[in-house]
């Protein structure tokens, strides 16, 4: 299954936006999930052991820098919560493996 993820940064009055999550669906992608967003700036997927996470960084939220950018983790089809990092005015994530 194919999907897209567009990260929301700001919409004129708040960068507390909602991003959203598409699929692939008969030649055509289709809104499947809206996800709280704080300034979005970038998605990054991964994979470990078969299991797929999709994480968003969060650049500020109209009060701070220091926020917590988010990973989530595909639960039947849907993004759940499976983590949340500390970061200062996050622009990207970058999943890598070393020796493996």
């Avoid at 109209?62 to 005015?89: A, K």
């Amino acid at each position: 299954t194919h999907y897209l993820a567009v990260a929301n940064y700001f919409d004129n009055s708040t960068f507390n936006v909602q991003s959203t999550i598409y699929e692939l669906r008969e030649g055509r992608f289709e809104a499947v999930q809206n996800v709280d967003t704080h300034g979005a700036t970038d998605w990054e997927h991964f994979v470990v052991d078969e299991t797929h996470y999709l994480a968003v960084t969060s650049h500020n939220n109209d009060s701070t820098y220091n926020i917590q950018s988010t990973i989530y983790v595909q639960q039947g089809g849907l993004f759940e919560v499976f983590q949340q990092l500390d970061t200062h005015g996050a622009h990207d994530f970058e999943h890598f493996v070393i020796n493996n």
